[in-house]
C-alpha cells in the first residue's frame, strides 16, 4: 500500500515535471517542429506512454486488492470478531465469541490484540456512516439493510483514533472513537475481566439512577440497563467524552450532561443543565470513576 | 472475404462501433458478476467458471473490434494518406471518418485488454 | 465548390440589411426580456450562471473561514453543512454546466455558420426555467431551509424529514428543473450541429469546438436522465412514503448512489469538455496555426465521451460492493486517462508546431493545464482502489477534484472569456489587469488546495465543520484559508476588469487576435449574426479562404435578405453539410417565458404540497406548449420553395427524418428513454438484491398483457394514420380517433394490474417499483393521447396535410419509442415474475 502510494507519487511528480517542462518548452521555443514530428509526440506522449504506464499501475494495484483485504469467512475458528454499529453520532461496538454471539457492549472504544486479523462486522441503525482507522487500513461503509465486513490488522500497540467518513447529519465531524491496539495476553486478560461490576460511588450511581440516566445507558454489573444511548461501562477508561468531542476528564463529563447540543449540536441525549451543578458533578465524578 | 465484409456505407455512426463495443463488454462483465455474486447464478457456475466466460467475452469484443478497425483502415485508404484530411472534399472527409475510427478502435481495445485485467487478478467475490 | 459570388450595388445591400436588422431586432424596453435570439440569450444564460459562481464562491470562503483555526465557532454546524451542500451544488447545477450551454449557445451558430440554432424559442425557455429554478435553490438558504444532506443527497440521511425538512425537496425539485432546460439545451446543440452548418463545412471541417459540444450534448442526454429517475423516486419517497430507498421495507439506498454517480461522474466530463474545446480554439490561434492531430481531439472527445459512463462506481469503492466489481471501474477509471492526456499532448504538439504568441488567454490556459495535470495525476491514484480506501472522503479528494474542475473547467473559462470578450462586445479586456488576476488566482489557487492533500492524507476527512487541534491539521488549513482568499481577489480583479469601462476602439477590428474560425467575421453590433452565410472549404476559413470577410459582409453568399419577413437560417446534410433546407425559425415570444414560469410553478408548488397550484400550474404549462407548437412550429409555408441566393432554391417545409424537428423528437426520446431504463435497472437491481423480490403478489399476467396488446394497437393506428393522411385526411381523421380511443384504454388497463391486485406502493419495495412502472408508461401514454388529439386537431384545421405532414410524423416517431417502452414494462411486471420464481 505505501509502496503503491510512493510508486504513484514519484512517477506523477516526473510526469508533472515532464508535461509542465514541454509545455514551457512548446511556449517558449524559437524554431517550430514539423506537423509529422508533433504528430509522434501525440502518438508517443499522448496515447502510448500512458496507455503501457497505467496498465501497469493498474496491473499492479488490482493484485494489491486481495492482499489488502484477504477475506477470512465469517466462520473460520479462532477468529476475533467485533461488531460496530454507527448511531447518530456515536458507535455501538458488542465483541462476539467463536459462535458470533454477543461477550459484551461497549462504546466509542475499539480494543484489538496485535498481530491479529480482527473481523469487523459493520452495520448502522439510522443513515450511512463510514467506518474508518486511518492508521490501520482503508474505510468501509455503513449501510441500512447490509453488513459489511471488513478485517483489519494492528502491526504495533499504540492508541490510535478512528473517525465516521461518511457524512452523516449535524454532528458527523463529532463522530470519532479511540482504537487502543494491545499485545494479546493483556487483551485477552482485558476481555476476560470486561465484565467488571460498577463503581465504589454509591452515591453517584443513586444519582445516575435517579435522574433517569440508566433509561438509556448501561454499566454493566449494575441495575442500569438502558441500550438507546452508549454502554458506559468503565467509562473512565475511555479515551474521550462524546465520541471524540472532548477529553475524557470529569469537569468535560459534567459539560456535557448539562449541555450535550452545546457540545455536539444535534446529538440525541437531552440536556440536564436544571439539574444543580452539584449533582452533574457528582454524576460526572462517578463516571469518570468507572474503571 | 468481400462475401461478408460489409461495402462501405456513408454514415458517421460507425465512428462509435468500437465504443460502443466497449460499453457492452463492460455491461456483460459488470451485470454478469453482480448477478453472479448476489444471487450465485447460475448455479452450475463456480468463480472460475464465470472468469472463463467472460474471458471469451474479451475475445469475442476484441475480435470485433480489430474487424471495426480494419474497416477504419480500410476507409482510410490503408494509411494511403496521413492527416490532417482537411480538404474540401468527399474522399478527404472519408479519409478523415475512418482515421478517427482507427484511432477510437485502438483505445477501445486497449480498454477491454483493461476491463480483463481484473479477471486475471481477483479470484473471489469477496467484498 | 466554385461558385460564382454575385455582386450586390450599394444601394441593394443597404436595403438587404434594414431589411435583414428589421427581422433579427432585439426588441427595446422591457420587451427586451422576449427575446429568443442566440446572442441575447447566451449572454444571460453565461451572465446568469457566473453569479451563481461568485454566489458559491462566497459560499466557499464562508467555509474556508469557519475551517481557518481548529475548534473555531464563526458559524454554526447547521449553517456549515447547508454552506457545503450549496456550494457543491450551485457550482455544478447552477455553474459549471449551464456556463457551458451559456457559451455553445452564444458561440455555435456564428462558428458553424448558422443564422441561429434551429430552436431558439427552446434556448430561451431553457434559460428561464435555469433561472427560476437557480434563484429559487440558492434563495433557500436565506431562509435556513437550504439543502445539508451533501450535494450527492444520499438517504436515508436525506429522506429524514426532520434533518433535512424542506431543503431536500428544494434540491430535488429546483435541479429537476434545471435538469429539463439541460436537456432542452442538449436537443439544440445537437441538432444544432448536426443540421446547422454552413454549407461545405463537412464533419472534417467542424471547428473542434463543435465537435466537443456535440459530444457532450450527447453525454447528457444519457447521463441526466438517471438523475431525474433519481429524483422522481426520491421524491416518492419523501411526499408519499414509497420506499425505494428504505432497508426496512425492502429498498436500498445503494440503488440511489448508482443513479447519482451513473449522471454525476459523466457529469465532471461534460464540464470538462466543453472548457477543453474552448482551449483547442485559443491555442490555434496564438500558435498561428491550425490544430495538430484533428482526429486526436475528435478520438479524445468520443473516447471520454464513452469511457466516463464506467466510472461511477469509483465513487462507491467503499460501500462493500465485491472487489471484483470494483475492478472493473477502476480499469475504466484508468483507461479515460488515456484520451485526457492525448488532448493535452494535442495542445503542446500545436504549440511545437507553431509559433506561440504568449496572452493572457494563453496564460490562463496554460496555468490551467498546469494545474489540470496534477488533478489528473491524483485521479489515477484515487482510481485505484487500494489507494482510494484510503483516500476516499478526505481531503485528499477535495484537492483531487479542485484541481479537477477549476484547472479543467475554470481557468479554460476564464481564458475564453479573455479570448472572445471582443467576439462579445468588440471590446478588450486588459492585459495587465489580466496578469494581475491571472497570478493572483494562480498562486491563490496553489496555496489553498495543495495543503488539502497533506491534511487529506494526515487523516482529515471531508465534510466537517470543524477539527481538534493538534492532529498536525491545523497549519494546512490556515494556509489553505489564505490562499483562498487569494485566489478569490484574482476572481474579483477578473470582475472588476470586465465592468472597468473601456474606450472605446477608433477602427473597427472584428477579429483583433487574428483567429482563423468563422466566428469572427459577426459584427457584434448587429444581431443577424452572419450577414451572409459563406460556403466554407477550409477548418480555418479566416486565414485560408482568401477575402472571405469582406464577400460575408458584401451579401455575397447564401440568405444574405430577408426578403420573406422571416427569420431563416439553412439547414445542411449531416457528413457533407449539403443545403437541404431554409428553415425558418421562431422569433421573439412571451410563451417561452410563460411556459418556463407555468413549469418552474409545477416544481415550486410541488416542494410546498401545494397540490391544487400543481395542478393548476401543470395545466398552464401544457396551454402555453402547445399554444407554442401550435403557433411556431410546422407551419405551411405561403410557397414552398424560398430563393437562397447564389441561385439555389430550397424548400421551406421538410418533414420526417430530413427535417430539425424529427430529430428533436427523436433526441429527446433517447434522453427519455434512459430515464426509463433507469427505472427498469432499479426493478432488477432490487431483484438481485432479495431472494424473495418477486414472489411476493404482483399486478398478475392478465392486466399488464392487455395493455400491452393495446398500445401496440395504438401504435399500429397511428402508423395507419401517417400512412393514410398521405392519400387524404378522412382516413388519416378516423384512425387518429381509433388511436386515441385505444390508448386511453390501453391507460386504463396499464394501471388495472397493480389496482386490482391490491398492490400498496408504501408496504414495500416492490409494489412501489411496479406502480412506477406502471404509472411513468401510462403518464407516457397519455402524453400520446394528447399528441394524438394534437394531429387530429392540426388535421382538421388544415394545418396539417399529405404534404405538409411534419406533426403526425414526429407523432409516429414518439409512439415507436412508446411502443417499445410499453413492451418491456409490461413484459417485466407480468411476465418476470414467472420466469424468477
Partial sequence: MATLFFIMLIGAALIWAGVVGLLFYAARKRRTYSEQVAGKVILWGGALFPAVVLAALLSYAVWLMPNVRPWFGTDDPGLRRIEVTGEQFWWRVRYLDQDGAALFETANEIRLPVGERVTFSLTTADVIHSFWIPVLGGKMDMIPGRTNRLSLLAEKPGTYRGVCAEFCGTSHTMMAFTVEAMDPPAYDAWLATRQSTGGQDAEGHALFMKNGCSACHTIAGTDAHGVIGPDLTAFGTRGSVGAGSLGNTADNIARFIREPAKVKPGALMPHYAMLPVAETDRIAGYLKGLQ | ?127 | MTVELPEFSAEERAAQEERLRKVWATPGGWRYWTSVNNSEIGLWYGVTAFTFMLFAGLLGLLMRAQLATPNNDLISPELYNQAFTLHGTVMMFLFAVPIFEAVAIFLLPSMLGARELPFPRLSAFGFWSFLLGGVFVCGSIFFNAAPNAGWFMYPPLATDKDYSGIGADIWLLGLSFIEVASIAAAVEIIVGIMKCRAPGMRINMMPMFAWYLLIVAGMILFAFPPLIAGDILFEMERMFGWPFFDASKGGDPLLWQHLFWIFGHPEVYIIFLPAIALMAMIVPTFSQRPIVGYSWIVLAAVGTGFLSFGLWVHHMFTTGLPQISLAFFSAASEAVAIPTGVQIFVFIATMLAGRVIFSVPMLFGAGGLAIFTIGGLTGVMVALVPFDWQAHDTYFVVAHLHYVLIGGMFFPIVAGIYYYFPFVTGKRLSDAWGKIAFWLMFVGFNTAFFPMHFAGLRGMPRRVYTYPEDFGWDWFNLVSTVGAFIFAAGVATFVVDIFWPKPKRLERNLNPWNSGTLEWTNDPSEDWGMRSVPIITSRYPLWEQKNLQADIEAGRYYLPDAKSGRRETLVTSVLDAEPIQCLRVGGVSYVTIIAAMALGGVFIALTFHWWIATLVCAVMTLAAVIYWLWTGTAQIPEHREEDVGLGLKLPIYVSGPASVGWWAMFITMVGDGTAFASLMFGYFFYWTIHSDFVTAAGPGLFWPMVAMGLYLFAWALTIAARALNEKGPTGCRIALVAAILVTLAASCAGLAGPYVYGLDPTQHVYPAIVWIAAIWTVVHGAVGAIMQLYCLARSLTGRMTGEYDQDIRNVTLYWHFMAFTAIVTFAVIGLFPMVAS
Fill in chain 2, 1 to 127: 472475404m468481400k462475401s461478408f465484409i460489409p461495402r462501405e456505407i456513408e454514415t458517421l455512426w460507425t465512428l462509435f462501433t468500437a465504443p460502443v463495443v466497449w460499453a457492452l463488454h463492460f455491461v456483460i462483465c459488470y451485470a454478469a458478476v453482480a448477478i453472479f455474486c448476489a444471487k450465485r447464478l447460475p448455479a452450475s457456475f463456480d468463480f472460475d467458471t464465470m472468469r472463463i466466460a467472460l474471458f471469451v467475452v474479451t475475445l469475442a469484443a476484441l475480435a470485433m473490434i480489430v474487424l471495426a478497425a480494419w474497416l477504419a483502415w480500410r476507409q482510410w485508404g490503408f494509411g494511403a494518406d496521413d492527416p490532417p484530411h482537411d480538404e474540401p472534399t468527399k474522399d478527404s472527409r472519408a479519409l478523415f471518418q475512418g482515421f478517427a475510427t482507427l484511432l477510437l478502435s485502438g483505445l477501445s481495445f486497449m480498454a477491454v485488454v483493461y476491463a480483463a485485467i481484473p479477471l486475471i487478478f481477483i479470484a473471489e467475490c469477496q467484498p
